[in-house]
């Protein structure tokens, strides 16, 4: 043995020459003289062949081979010894037990004092765990080094140990610059607090964290935020025992940037797709100003105000343009109360003037989205002029401000004004886009409400204009009727009622309702009535009334179908004649109070052609009422018709009030909300007051 230099020593030196696997698996130690007899058998080496040193120093190495294996190695040894070189190499060694054992091997000569003397050390491990090691260690070298994962391995202090060229690309430093440091020290920009805190976890649970977000600037980007996803697993001793963590980080900020996008694409298109369902669907002017309001708050802005030009609020003609300034109604606000932006807005109803040079003037006129992104002193300069609440608004902290005209068919209709407070950063591009998206829907309804309003009223004057305005009772009759419009513009069209005297001291009661809705309906109802009134006087049967009307629909343009009811009364004898043309049928209120619907053959509508139209005749007592009625009044969405004629007849059990009293009740009773159609009503009391 070499006396100069501590077998600790050797040993130590030996492994690392021995490339690395020597301490990772058990190694056997034996030293042999030049000539190859065994002096020196450690532990290792009785426990990897099962021979104890009594049994082995003092024979030649050769000995331990399996018998058919290569003798050289002792000559080899020699020539080690000789050279000074060492050798590693396998072998098949012959176990105690009668087994063979690939061992792999290195010889390291240790020159004596004397010359051409030495001694051998030869190391000797598994073969088959060398070979693991050695793999494993390769992969994880390769992996190490090329892999585009940045890699990271943490000491049990959280201190780098080792980082590879990704991680040293990630985070614009070197190796040097990591090692022996925190993360907390090394990359002060990040959540390294709380990436340290998962370390730690993994440390003292053994359990891996998974896709922790590190968020921050580094060197390699000192100008943006990025986002990477880290992964920890602890490193274990052959006991069991932690030595340090591995981290894999990844650079997400992309996929997080593409994610986001898609994620605030989504949000948009549902907020657009419920806005196409939910704004204007009453076609009411503040209804649909105020959905507007309240579906951008919250997800777009903290605050909403929808303004309408005055005039379009008042149902006025738009005017000539904003030259001279602007008036605006406030129909749309959200929050109504509970927040201080909201609270220092004008409330709903109120007229908003403005000048020709304010912002929001010139905000509608140039008919583009403004946009204030960040709210500060220089930017509500302009609009302070005219007003205190910009500067009361950035006060309550207000910090971006954005406006979007509502214009529809090219018509400039109002704005509507988004307000940011809460620290959820500025309105961006793509929020304008949104708001302007939004706010040309909601343009499109008000403008619909605005032409639905103007229609309606439109149809409504026609189909007063066309109802008798001045009813005359014919001699011996008495008569009150009624005319209630429809609610929506869609039903506004085609009742009416007239009364005729005739020849003789006869009297013609008549009813219809153009099938149909709107201005269209309401001037054929306009055609119908004056024809009728044309061929009253003529003295025309009912049967010949309704065959001219006929004649009048099928020379439209366009196919129209009527209901129509005519009846010929002589109140001087109480006989009727009565022609129905699809038409509900008349009510009979006799003078004791007994109610019927007569019985008089329906017969088709009008204009469906073809049809024989029968009359029937019968008399009624002096004090009857004859009620006559359009299906507006009896017909019901939820109510089966039959049922509502009963409930008709009810009302009807009551023949000597007044008849405009009785025409009240009627309405009330059976269309006490808004109308869902027209409603046209007449009752006729013949020959006076029953005697009492």
Known sequence: MNEQMPIEELISGAARDAGGWLGELPVALLATSADGTIVRWNRAAQELLGYEPPQVVGRHIADLLHPGADRSLGRSLWETAATGRGVMGTVTAWHRDGHPLELEIWACPVPGRQRGASTVLVFAADAHGVRRIRGSSAVWEGLFARSPVGIAVFDTQLRF???????????????????????IEVLPAVNAGEMEEAMRRVLDTGEPVLDRRRTGRTPADPHHDRVWSCSYVRVEDPAGRPVGVIASILDITEQQRDHAEAEA????????????????????????????????????????????????????????????????????????????????????????????????????????????????????????????????LLRIGVHSFMMAPLVARGVVLGVATFYRSRPIGPFLPDDITLADELCALAAINVDNARLYHREHETALVLQRSMLPQHITSPPGIEVAHRYLPASDVNEVGGD????LTLPDGKAALLIGDVMGHGIAAAAVMGRLSSTVRALGRLDLSPIDVLRQLESVLADLSEPMLATFLYAVCDPATGHFSITRAGHPPPALVEPDGTVSLLDVPPGAPLGVGGTEFTTTEFTAQPGSLLVLYTDGLVEARTRDIDERLDELTRLLDQPGQPLDRLCDSLITHLSPAAADDDIALLIARIGGLPDS
């Open 161 to 183: 140990l080792q980082v590879n060229s990704a991680l040293e690309a990630m985070n614009g430093l070197p190796e040097s610059a990591h090692v022996g440091r925190r993360l």
């Open 265 to 392: 694409s989504r949000r948009r298109l549902a907020l657009l797709n419920e806005a196409s369902i939910r704004i204007g669907a009453s076609l009411e002017l503040e209804r649909t100003a105020q959905e507007l309001a309240e579906l951008a708050v919250p997800r777009l802005a903290d605050a909403v105000t929808v303004d309408v030009l005055d005039t379009l609020a008042d149902g006025d003609e738009l005017g000539v343009g904003l030259t001279g300034g602007v008036a605006l109604r406030r129909l749309g606000k959200a929050p109504l109360t509970g927040s201080q932006v909201a609270d220092i807005l004008a409330p709903l109803g109120r007229t908003l003037t403005f000048p020709a040079t304010a912002p929001y003037t010139q905000a509608l006129a140039g008919r583009q989205p403004f946009l204030i992104a960040h709210f500060d002193e220089r930017a509500i300069a302009p609009a302070a002029r005219h007003s205190t609440k910009p500067a009361q």
């Open 496 to 499: 009416w009622y007239d009364v």
